[in-house]
């Protein structure tokens, strides 16, 4: 992991757990977008420290119910070619070239939190520390958020992903049961999504991914 991942975890605060209600999230995204998803993403470019624990669900979660306006694949093959620079010692002006690159998947897509790292990344590099710690903020965020979706210590109150990546991001920051000899198991919930129940010795640990609304339709 490069090396703002660890510079962010010195900024984590305590984690205060409350299971997030994914049914409502999707109900209300769905019936009122400009209000539940829109308006707040908007915040998260611009001031994302003023947001609430549940405004920040209505991005994350949200993100799974709305139309988000590009194509995944096409920005994720992008990401890597920005990824694969960002943390690197590399010229100003590839740097440059790099940030601009970054900066216009940002305008598609605020909330991915590989891009936020890399542009905190390469922010610092070129010395804008206050643009970095911004971007750090944003990333720490969304952490935050997926950390207070639930315990994960009961099927029924599991923490709760969006994504196949996030869901080792989650065990690895929130779960005592990580370890390399780690062994999970997998099972379909009758809403679509998957529970991951990881285990180590007699510890469990419990992560429900939802998948985002174009996959496993």
Request: charged share 25%; with cysteine; proline share 2%.
């Amino acid at each position: 992991m490069k090396e703002l991942y660890g510079v962010l975890m010195i900024f984590c605060v305590s984690v205060v757990f409350g299971q997030v209600n994914i049914d409502e999230i999707k109900k209300n995204v769905t019936e009122n977008p400009q209000k539940f998803y829109y308006q707040n993403l908007e915040t998260f470019r611009t001031n994302p420290s003023t947001l609430s624990d549940e405004e920040l669900n209505y991005i994350y979660y949200g993100n799974n119910y709305v139309d988000y306006g590009f194509d995944r694949r096409d920005f994720n093959k992008k990401l890597d070619e920005v990824s694969k620079f960002a943390g690197r010692k590399i010229s100003k002006k590839l740097s440059a070239e790099v940030l601009n690159k970054a900066l216009s998947l940002y305008q598609l897509n605020p909330l991915n939190k590989t891009l936020l790292n890399d542009l905190a990344l390469l922010f610092g590099y070129t010395g804008d520390h206050e643009k970095r710690d911004f971007h750090l903020l944003q990333y720490q965020l969304l952490v935050e958020t997926i950390g207070k979706s639930g315990t994960g210590l009961l099927e029924e109150t599991p923490i709760v992903v969006t994504n196949f990546h996030d869901k080792f991001l989650a065990l690895e920051q929130f779960s005592k049961v990580f370890a390399i000899a780690i062994s999970f198991k997998t099972k379909q919930l009758e809403d679509g999504s998957w529970l991951d129940i990881f285990k180590n010795g007699l510890d469990l640990y419990f992560i429900k991914t939802v998948h985002h609304k174009d996959m496993f339709k």
